[in-house]
């Protein structure tokens, strides 16, 4: 298939940068970093003041409750170098307020990233994080990630405090530490340094031919997000919405039937096997799905978790 000119500036944008990592965290056991929101905006601080003497950028980040995730562009060790500054700083943090062990437990890694799509994959599942955990969240307006950043027409009107209007006790209080030292262009949004400081969130639009197929891989693109998060040794997590249509697009091309309603009970048991094995889901939603009822499925699938909902 021929390749468009919007198409070919991407990849040409990519090849053209880099290299790329994937760093991130394993979840933590039993614990939460986060207690409140000053924890949170504590780590937001960290992250802008962490990375500036080192040869790295960061292009997409979330905050999740129990791990992390970086996409950064920059060497392995100057990348992995960020995180643990980042995780000794938090330990400094946390050491403060009696919770010295917290931060030994974290292990750390980076997946390199060798093609445009594996960017754009890891880049919106960095990005979907909290939108899997929580069904209350907006991948795109979520407060402790770099979500709201690319395509958002309303970011410049947003209200900002450079930081050098600021006096040296509220940069202490902002970072929580005597090393405050910002760049003077770095501003607030509301209680924490914005990500829109050190972050141009044009690099991450030149990966994708626009603001609609940036939005489709975050939200449509379920195969995409299968393949990474088997990568991280993860469940996929999808809504009733997503599965319908990979639901009808496997009606389609592996039965020749538009729905569900037009297969053979032998093959709504195939599709529910497959919906399961493949992208993980529930009881609840196969019944919802595939038209099988409660009693077939369980039949199938008696060990499966409940459905989330």
Known sequence: MEITRKEWNCEQFFLERGPFFHIYSQPLGSDLFYQDDEDRIVTMNRIALEGIQLPIRIWAFTLMSNHFHFIIEGEKGPALLFFQKLKDALSRYYGRKGRHLLMRSVISDATPITSLKQLRDEVVYVLRNPYVVR???NPLNYRWSSGFLYFNDY????????MKELSARMKREITKSRDYHLPDHYFLLGEYISPASYIDPTWVERLFTGARQFTLWLFKNVEA???VSRRYGEEPNFSDEELLRTMLQLCRRRFGVPGPRDLTLQQKKELAILLKNTYCASN?????LTTLNIQEISA???LAQPDPK
């Open 135 to 137: 069904n209350d969240v």
């Open 300 to 302: 199938l699938f008696p």
């Open 155 to 162: 970011l410049s009107f947003f209200s900002r405090t450079p």
């Open 284 to 288: 609840g939603q196969l019944q919802r």
């Open 225 to 227: 997000q299968v393949e």
